[in-house]
Every structure is written in structure tokens, then in C-alpha cells.
């Protein structure tokens, strides 16, 4: 009997969401994943207490605005739920600027015209995130792997393909008091 008990509790799936692995420092983090090099512009922290930071989607030169602005945002998401879930920081500062390459001569230019700033705090990102997604806990936005946003999340907040949709979600994201 218990044999039986043994195994077929050895079959039952069990779903465990783990708390999104967590960093010391806003650094730390972004050099592990690499995502945003600060080595090549696409990541400085330009205070630490208040914490604020510059974060600049890489674009090709030529790239449409279109494809520019959708970078931009997509850079805007990363940082602010990142920084806020995955290291101590309770709210940040965030500039984003798009940083512009020229393939041939590899000449790197942020493009000012692009440039946005936004404040949250970990309170105001987790609302929007329920508003939007339906999630209200932390550790349910990053998936199972601890990198990629979870479905539901990257769904509606971080591509165009659910609703509100990346543009719109910028917006509230970019406008919280």
C-alpha cells in the first residue's frame, strides 16, 4: 500500500512558482543578464539614492519610428519591473533613450528626440500590473524560469497583442503620480 501511495504521489504535477531570483544591486542585475551592456551605453545608473538610471534600447540606424518607439517601451517595462521586483529598490527613476548604431561605421548616437523620463514605485507597478494582467504578486509576473515575463503579463504589458497593449501600458506606466 504504500508502495502504491509512494507513486502516485510521485505522479501528481506539482506547479511551484518561485520568487524571481534576487540581486543585490540594480548593476548586478543588469550585468548578469546582459540585456541593456552598460559597457556599450545601454545601461548607466546615474544616481544611487534615490536610485535612477538611464536604460537605451539598441536600434539600427534607418530603424522606423515605429520600431524606435516600440524599443523604447519595451526598454521602459524591462527596467522599471525588473529593477522593482528583482532587486531592494522600492521605486526608481528611469530615463530611456534610445541608442542608435550605424552598422557600417559602428558610430553609436542617442537619439534625444526619443528620450522620455517616468518615476514609480513598487506599490504603483504592482497596480498596474493586476489593472492590466490580473497578477498581484510579484512572483508571479517573471515565469517559472526566473527570466521571461510570465504569458499573461508579457501578453498585455509587454507586446501589442493583448489589451492594454505595450504603447498604452507605457503610457500608464509613464504617468503614475
Same mark, same amino acid.
Given at each position: 500500500?504504500?508502495? =502504491? ?5 510521485? &505522479?501528481? +504535477?506539482? @506547479?511551484? @512558482? ?5 540581486? %543585490?544591486?540594480? *548593476? &548586478?542585475?543588469?550585468?548578469? =543578464?546582459?540585456?541593456?551592456? #552598460? ?8 544616481? %544611487? ?7 537605451? +534600447? ?5 530603424? #522606423?519610428?515605429?520600431?524606435?518607439? !516600440? ?16 532587486? +531592494?529598490?522600492? #521605486? ?9 548604431? !550605424?552598422? /557600417? ?8 528626440? =526619443?528620450?522620455f523620463s517616468f518615476k514609480i514605485n513598487r506599490v504603483q507597478a504592482m497596480a ?9 504578486? *510579484? ?10 515575463? !510570465?504569458?499573461?503579463?508579457? %501578453? $498585455? $504589458?509587454?507586446?501589442? &497583442?493583448? *489589451? +492594454?497593449?505595450? !504603447?498604452? @501600458?507605457?503610457?500608464?506606466? *509613464?504617468? /503614475?503620480?
Amino acid at each position: 500500500m504504500f508502495k =502504491y501511495m509512494l507513486s502516485m504521489a510521485l &505522479t501528481i +504535477p506539482v @506547479f511551484v @512558482f518561485a520568487a524571481p531570483k534576487q540581486f %543585490e544591486n540594480v *548593476t &548586478t542585475m543588469m550585468d548578469e =543578464y546582459n540585456d541593456y551592456p #552598460s559597457d556599450f551605453g545601454a545601461f548607466k545608473v546615474l544616481k %544611487e539614492k534615490p536610485l535612477s538610471i538611464q536604460i537605451s +534600447p539598441k536600434v539600427m540606424n534607418g530603424d #522606423s519610428e515605429e520600431s524606435i518607439i !516600440n524599443a523604447s517601451n519595451k526598454a521602459a517595462v524591462y527596467g522599471a519591473y525588473r529593477i522593482l521586483l528583482q532587486t +531592494p529598490n522600492d #521605486s526608481v527613476a528611469i530615463k530611456v533613450i534610445p541608442l542608435s548604431i !550605424n552598422m /557600417q561605421t559602428m558610430n553609436k548616437e542617442y537619439l534625444e528626440a =526619443y528620450k522620455f523620463s517616468f518615476k514609480i514605485n513598487r506599490v504603483q507597478a504592482m497596480a498596474l500590473a493586476k489593472k492590466n494582467s490580473g497578477i498581484s504578486k *510579484t512572483n508571479l509576473l517573471i515565469g517559472e524560469d526566473g527570466y521571461e515575463w !510570465n504569458g499573461k503579463f508579457k %501578453e $498585455c $504589458c509587454f507586446t501589442d &497583442t493583448g *489589451t +492594454p497593449g505595450l !504603447n498604452q @501600458f507605457v503610457k500608464d506606466l *509613464t504617468h /503614475q503620480k
